[in-house]
């Protein structure tokens, strides 16, 4: 091998803190108090999802922080740039009001300045809610998946179902979809897929009822994750968000032992109906987290940030792709990088 040319004694110092690293690393993974890997994969899987929106916040912003100075015309533009990436007006005003604050307060002249507050403020919002474990280890929990038709519950479920298989966790499925024709059979194809079972009665069934058998089984048979499938359903249709609350009704009363989640499920590309969607199905049934759903497509984003900064709502997964493992847990630092990188103002 060509080492020839490397001093051992200048390479031995670096060797020693790589080591000492390695010894850290591992007892902190021993102690469990580092995922190295998830997190390694976080981060990587969200930058790579996220580049899309990244090129869609890049055509809105690109110009405005590489002005000359920051005026009047900035704070408009910047205004009007984040509204396009559907933040939202609300958020987008707030967020443009705080900026202004912080510029007026010390004195700052550079539009990059302004990127990197935005930056920081972005990573904040979202990490600020992000403290609670989506599905905690070793806690038996009851995941109630609710969202518009077609957002991508079904899907998002078998990926969800697959991940925590593959982090040894006895898994169930509920196909309390049965509204819509096809809808079990196709939870049961993920189920197989997956290898992972599915409790289901027959279409046109009470989806309360589904619901009341899958906890029972996963009682009888100790498993610890019961994922409730629910049929799409229009924020706007009462009777439907009724019988949805009735579904939750039934898990918080029969999941004794159990946590109960509820996740929603959005489309990325939604836009700012995403928002009048969160709001609808929080006063339903009280929504812990979002699933973001297709960021691989041509999605903005901003919608994330709007739910997070007005509902408080975290968001927990990013869907990536149809696929089963096109899911990873949503990395707020790599998604501020991505859509606001230091690039964009130089
Ligand atoms: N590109 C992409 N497509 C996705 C993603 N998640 C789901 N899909 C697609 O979106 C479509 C709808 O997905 P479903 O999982 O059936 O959605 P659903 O919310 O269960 O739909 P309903 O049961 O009809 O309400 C399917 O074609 C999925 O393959 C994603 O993250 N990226
Ligand atoms: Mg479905």
New binding site residues.
């Given amino acids: 091998m060509a080492l020839s040319g490397l001093n051992p004694a200048a390479a031995l110092p670096g060797r020693w803190v790589k080591l000492i690293e390695t010894i850290r690393v591992v007892a902190l993974l021993s102690e469990g108090k580092l995922k190295m890997f998830g997190r390694l994969r976080r981060k990587q899987k969200t930058e790579e999802s996220v580049q899309k929106t990244g090129a869609a916040w890049k055509r809105a912003l690109g110009g405005i922080f590489r002005r000359s100075g920051i005026d009047d015309g900035f704070w408009e533009e910047l205004e009007e740039a984040l509204i396009v990436s559907d933040v939202g007006v609300k958020t987008s005003l707030e967020l443009v009001a705080e900026l202004r604050e912080l510029v007026d307060k010390n004195g700052w002249k550079e539009p990059g300045q302004v990127r990197q507050a935005l930056h920081d403020r972005i990573v904040e919002t979202f990490a600020s809610l992000a403290e609670e474990d989506p599905l905690p280890d070793k806690t038996k929990t009851v995941l109630l998946v609710v969202?518009?038709?077609?957002?991508?519950?079904?899907?998002?479920i078998a990926k969800i179902a697959q991940s925590a298989k593959s982090e040894g966790r006895s898994v169930l499925l509920a196909a309390a979809?049965t509204f819509?024709a096809g809808?079990i059979e196709?939870l049961k194809i993920w189920g197989d897929r997956v290898g992972v079972p599915v409790i289901a009665q027959s279409a046109g069934g009470d989806p309360g009822a589904v619901t009341f058998d899958a906890i029972s089984a996963a009682k009888a048979r100790g498993a610890d994750l019961v994922i409730v499938?629910t049929?799409?359903r229009l924020h706007t249709k009462h009777n439907l968000m009724e019988e949805l609350k009735k579904v939750r009704g039934i898990i918080d009363r029969e999941g004794e032992g159990f946590l109960t989640r509820v996740l929603l499920?959005i489309d990325g590309n939604t836009g700012q109906n995403g928002m009048a969607q969160a709001k609808a199905f929080t006063e339903a049934v009280h929504c812990d987290g979002v699933m973001l759903?297709?960021?691989?497509?041509t999605a903005k984003g901003g919608i994330a940030l709007a739910i997070a900064g007005e509902l408080g709502l975290p968001v927990w997964f990013a869907?990536?792709?149809?696929k089963v493992g096109?899911l990873s847990e949503f990395d707020p630092a790599a998604f501020a990088d991505t859509i606001l990188p230091e690039s964009i103002a130089s």
Wanted: charged share 30%; net charge negative; hydrophobic share 20%.
């Fill in positions: 969202g518009v038709n077609g957002a991508g519950k079904t899907t998002s979809d819509r809808a196709q499938d049929a799409g499920v759903t297709k960021l691989d497509s869907g990536t792709g149809e096109d």
